[in-house]
């Protein structure tokens, strides 16, 4: 089964300390892996996708097919980047499965 | 900065009443979807159309839910009669015919059904 797993609701970190959001999946094909954000009042965006292999605010997220992961992480973290984020698969035919989301608390 | 829009942004309904919601994509982006969101879940595709065909409405539910893309621009989605387990976000998002990857999404219609 086609399948992308958040296992963290809420996670809570101290401005200046490092990040990590957990994003597992499931998926038979050779995966395409995204992660969207959602800051308050706005609408959902797009952080990264892993094909770029970019850093985005700071972000960055390597996927590891031997684990079926595509965690998120950050060495620094800002106020600013309390947010909802969301990991996101492509199942083929741009066809996109969301995970649950984690909200990120970062604390001053 | 092109957006897309939705409209209502809020609506409050009984259950058996009618409900629609209108999505406006970016201009050109060929690829629409309409997702529904129950708090504290992530999205859930609804529907996916490829200019005015539907490419998948398998979570559809066809037997009060319709969705329409007549000339392939903006959509609506309707419900038909609306029941208390609709109550939900609903995002809409658009992409672009290239394979960038990236949705876009408008800021959704909340519907609370009572």
């Known amino acids: 089964a086609q399948r992308v797993t958040q296992p963290e609701k809420l996670l809570s970190v101290f401005k200046g300390a490092p990040v990590e959001l957990k994003c597992n999946y499931s998926?038979?094909?050779?995966?395409?892996l995204f992660w969207y954000v959602q800051y308050s009042r706005q609408r959902l965006q797009l952080l990264l996708r892993?094909?770029s292999r970019e850093s985005i605010k700071g972000f960055t997220a390597d996927l590891n097919k031997g684990e079926t992961s595509f965690h998120l992480k950050k060495p620094f973290a800002q106020e600013e980047d309390s947010a909802m984020y969301y990991c996101?698969?492509?199942?083929?035919?741009?066809?996109?499965?969301f995970g649950t989301g984690t909200r990120l608390k970062v604390l001053a | 900065e092109a957006e897309v829009a939705q409209s209502p942004r809020y609506k409050i309904t009984e259950k058996s009443q009618a409900v629609a919601f209108w999505c406006d994509p970016i201009?050109?982006?060929?690829?629409l979807y309409w997702y529904r969101q129950i708090l504290g879940q992530g999205p859930e595709l609804l529907v996916q159309?490829?200019?005015?065909?539907?490419?998948?409405d398998s979570q559809l539910p066809k037997d009060r839910f319709s969705a329409e893309r007549l000339k392939g621009v903006d959509s609506t989605l309707k419900i038909q009669p609306a029941e208390l387990g609709d109550s939900a976000m609903y995002l809409c998002?658009?992409?672009?015919?290239?394979?960038?990857?990236?949705?876009?999404f408008g800021e959704g219609s909340r519907l609370t059904v009572l």
């Open positions: 998002a658009s992409s672009p015919r290239t394979a960038t990857g990236e949705l876009f």
């Open positions: 998926y038979s094909g050779s995966p395409e």
């Open positions: 892993h094909i």
């Open positions: 996101a698969l492509n199942t083929g035919t741009y066809k996109y499965i």
């Open positions: 201009s050109g982006h060929a690829t």
């Open positions: 159309f490829q200019d005015e065909s539907v490419v998948d």
